[in-house]
């Protein structure tokens, strides 16, 4: 996984478009609480890929389509 200073932000934007696509999602939690279940977190200059969230229950298939959307984002 490479350092692109705009993967963040790409990642954020797909981010929205899985809340967006989910609709029970839009009414069980806001866009930005949703965004930051997911924070880009750094180990040794390399993205780390996000953990289930534990504060909110996120299921299978939306986490799953989170995985993909970071792996898109930072490779």
Request: proline share 8%.
């Given at each position: ?27 069980e939690i ?25 504060a909110f ?19």
């Open positions: 996984m490479k350092n692109d200073p705009l993967g963040p932000m790409l990642f954020e934007m797909r981010l929205e478009e899985i809340h967006r696509a989910d609709a029970g999602l839009r009414y806001s866009i930005r609480d949703f965004i930051s279940l997911f924070p880009v977190k750094y180990k040794n200059g390399v993205p780390v890929k996000p953990d289930h969230p534990a229950g996120v299921d299978r298939e939306v986490f799953l389509k989170v995985l993909v959307a970071f792996q898109q984002c930072f490779t």
